[in-house]
């Protein structure tokens, strides 16, 4: 900026004496001067105002020579500028390539719908690995603008060839937040002959697409609108607990979750009860609930006799601090 600043107080102040020189030269008035000042620098050749002197034309002369030269210096600026902004960009593209890369065990999301944009807000508050996939540029923008910065591609999920690039062989789920359920369909069906083990996760927008995207692979379908009307029958009906929830979603501090945390197949807390490991008192993590590997059920407030075993998850109430602290606890046991 401050080059261009500089670039450009010389090119008016090279017009001004310009236009001072044919005045006090040629005694013309103001506007000719400045007319023949321009078409002079310009190079258009329209020829002279009025005939010049030997002196008028050695001063013209002079003026060539340093208007070029200003004009020269303008145009590689600016040329200078858009070149360093498309390499950037390039440079910027092939680097984000390259980190989507080096991606494993990542999440996908397809679509900046309002639904992906929820979940592309929780991932970056809790510091999941993701990619999004996004055919729309303006969305991509818009949501950088909010969020900051995030990897992503620009394409069309329903291309196989996009969702390969995003890792899909090598990441953990899909979360498929298109408009239309005829994409959203499309794009289950190459997740799953892509990836196989990935778990499948489909919002839809209609009702009757619920059999289809599970007879197609969907792990979980999921309806905003349903889940949107529930959420107002319980804001009336227990408006506190609805209040709970947001607080602890939103709140700015802390930002307190209910996590779940897998007992690693080496624990040394195996087959011990919850009042031997002390998680609580050496976490700091409320525990809620434990679903028990052998029989997949859930059991709600746990007994502090309940065992350990390899594989469990245990549900706890607690922010990212506290559960990196669980997740090192229960594979070291400090």
């Known amino acids: 900026m401050k080059k261009f600043t500089i670039i450009f107080f010389i090119a008016v102040t090279i017009i001004a004496t310009g236009t001072a020189g044919y005045m006090l030269i040629e005694k013309w008035n103001f506007l000719d001067a400045l007319y023949m000042t321009f078409i002079t620098l310009s190079s258009i050749g329209y020829g002279e105002v009025h005939p010049l002197s030997v002196q008028g034309q050695i001063f013209t002369i002079v003026l060539i020579v340093i208007g070029f030269s200003v004009l020269a210096g303008l145009m590689g600026y600016f040329s200078s500028l858009i070149l360093a902004g498309e390499i950037g960009i390039i440079m910027r593209r092939r680097k984000m390539k390259e980190s989507i890369k080096k991606l494993s065990n990542h999440h996908i999301i397809c679509g900046l719908s309002p639904v992906g944009e929820a979940i592309l807000e929780e991932f970056l508050k809790t510091k999941q690995k993701f990619v999004v996939v996004e055919k729309d540029e303006v969305k991509f923008e818009m949501a950088q603008k909010n969020y900051g910065e995030f990897l992503y591609i620009l394409g069309d999920a329903t291309q196989d060839e996009v969702l390969i690039e995003a890792g899909i062989q090598r990441a953990k789920s899909i979360l498929i937040c298109l408009n239309e359920d005829s994409h959203s369909l499309y794009v289950v069906i190459s997740a799953k002959s892509l990836n196989p083990k990935i778990k499948i996760l489909v919002s839809v927008v209609e009702e009757d697409a619920f059999a289809k995207m599970k007879r197609a692979g969907a792990d979980y379908v999921i309806s905003p609108q349903k889940i949107g009307g529930l959420r107002m029958a319980s804001t009336v009906l227990r408006p506190n ?94």
């Not at 802390?254 to 011990?272: A, C, D, Q």
């Not at 031997?276 to 029989?295: C, D, F, H, P, Y």
């Open 241 to 334: 607990v609805v209040s709970f929830l947001d607080i602890m979603l939103k709140e700015s501090e802390g930002e307190w979750r209910i996590e779940e945390v897998e007992v690693p197949e080496k624990s040394p807390f195996l087959n011990k009860t919850l009042a031997e490991s002390q998680i609580s008192k050496n976490t700091g993590l409320v525990v809620i609930a434990m679903r028990k590997a052998k029989t997949g059920r859930f059991v709600y407030n746990p007994d502090a006799s309940m065992r350990l075993e390899a594989k469990d998850k245990i549900l706890v109430l607690g922010n990212q601090e506290l559960l990196s602290r669980l997740i090192t606890y229960l594979k070291q046991g400090v």
